[in-house]
């Protein structure tokens, strides 16, 4: 597969590769030269996200009851997931459920979106259908868990369903004996090729790489270590309750998204703007992001296969502006590869940490390794890089207070937002981008006690456009607070909740993004 090339990348190839055409870079204004609009203000036109939030909201969309057994992660009362990780309209996907003991069981499909500030539209309720117990699969070569369950329903996604990220709520039916109802979660996202001022990446695979269902069985719980190329990954096999920081029971069955993107996605239809999304593996090409003004990394974006790398650089080299909205980003090379009946794209490991001859990709080789592929230097793609430690807390401090991104927001040199460092952030950007500028910096403190450096960088593509990165995995919890939401917290520091100055510099940006 082409990744098989990525172990030959040397820091002098990965300078090249990031940087083509840098040399005769088109000017980019980059300090507060003018008022920047909010989207609702300078768009008077209709588009997909604004005609789609048109419609009423559900107010019942959240997991209610909700169980886990002894592992702490798993809700064998019923569990699914979904064939495909994405799907556009007119494609088929299955939806496969488990129940123990057997029960009847309805799945409700919603949208999650803005509405209203309801957070969610329900687009189809299927079932009744008769649950019955799948079996657990036996674990493979490399502790791979790999479902093959029955579908309990195939469908074909309707034609005038937008773009989004989908939610397939499980609920067991009252079968007389008193017990009640159990509920939990499967995610899918319907994707599009249509042309959009944003296209919002969904970082499923990081979602994958932890998910320990059905209890140990994550690319982190191998006998071998945490951090080398021991543990395969299938997505043919529930999610698991999230495993880290904080204890969130709306996550069981929805991966990362309602933890870290959930609230990007909702301000940002809340506000009008016009995007479409897509799953880490929509990325292998860059044929659809070449035909979007702006590309979003969201949340916690650690893995990413060797292809997305090059299909980002391809963007930025022909003009889509780049937004890592994210922390920890494009850290470890993560192959894909087709599961056991050959869909593709189904199974993952960490094949190799991205870095090129950077020390911490050294060390981490030297470390955890040997690895079979390593990745260039991330730190030329998204203007600063994974740095170690690269988990910790802190505040985000404005460093350069006349940078454009900062206009109406008030903020003065050394202006704290509190808590939205965290819990892991990019640092040391290379002094040899042309035009790169940090635009906030400050420590970060891993468990409340070890410094790192974090830095938050823009810098000019060479076709007018720029890329921004702002250095963490908690951006978007200062940006809106959606039903059911909650605040996580890590290394004895935590965000505040929605900022009108993170709203502000969000819009800023996005603003010189799609225009």
Known sequence: ??????????????????????????????????????????????????????????????????????????????????????????????????????????????????????????????????????????????????????????????????????????????????????????????????????????????????????????????????????????????????????????????????????????????????????SNSDMLSADHGLNCKSFLSVGHDEYWDIRQYESVVKMRDSGVNLLFFSGNSVCWVTPLRAGFDGRENRIMFRGGPYGGDYKYAVDRERDHGPFPFRGPDEGYLMGSRNVDPVNGGGDWICALPDHWIFAGTGMKKGDRIPGLIGWEYHGDPPADIPGLEIVAAGTALQGGVNPQQWTATIYPGPKGNFVFNASTIFWCQDLSSPPGHMLPWSHWSRPHGPDSRVQRITSNILQRAIR
């Open 1 to 278: 597969m082409s990744t098989g090339r990525s172990n030959q990348w040397s820091r002098r190839e990965a300078m090249k590769a990031a940087l083509v055409g840098s040399l005769g870079l088109s000017s980019l204004p980059i300090r507060a030269d003018e008022p920047q609009k909010l989207p609702l203000e300078s768009k008077t036109s209709d588009n997909p996200i604004q005609a789609e939030n048109r419609h009423p909201g559900s107010h019942d969309w959240q997991l209610t009851r909700v169980r886990v057994d002894g592992s702490g992660y798993r809700s064998p009362w019923i569990e699914g997931y979904c064939s495909r990780q994405s799907v556009a309209a007119g494609e088929v996907i299955d939806i496969m459920v488990s129940t123990n003991p057997p029960r009847k069981f309805k799945i409700e499909i919603f949208r999650t979106g803005y509405y209203d500030g309801a957070g969610a539209r329900l687009m189809k309720t299927l079932g009744p259908f008769d649950g019955e117990t799948q079996p657990d699969p036996e674990m493979g070569e490399k502790s791979l868990y790999e479902c093959r369950w029955n579908p309990a329903v195939s469908f074909t996604i309707p034609d005038d369903w937008t773009s989004g990220v989908y939610l397939g709520r499980l609920t067991t039916l009252d079968d007389g004996t008193g017990h009640g109802y159990w509920q939990s979660y499967v995610v899918f996202i319907v994707k599009d090729d249509r042309p959009a001022d944003i296209l919002f990446q969904c970082s499923d695979n990081t979602w994958q790489a932890y998910n320990r269902w059905p209890d140990k069985y994550s690319v982190y719980t191998h006998p071998k270590g945490n951090q080398g190329p021991w543990a395969d990954v299938s997505f043919d096999r529930p999610y698991a309750k999230y495993a880290q920081i904080y204890d969130n029971p709306q996550s069981i069955g929805s991966g990362e998204w309602l933890c870290f993107e959930f609230p990007f996605a909702y301000w940002l239809e809340k506000e009008g703007y016009d995007v479409t999304y897509c």
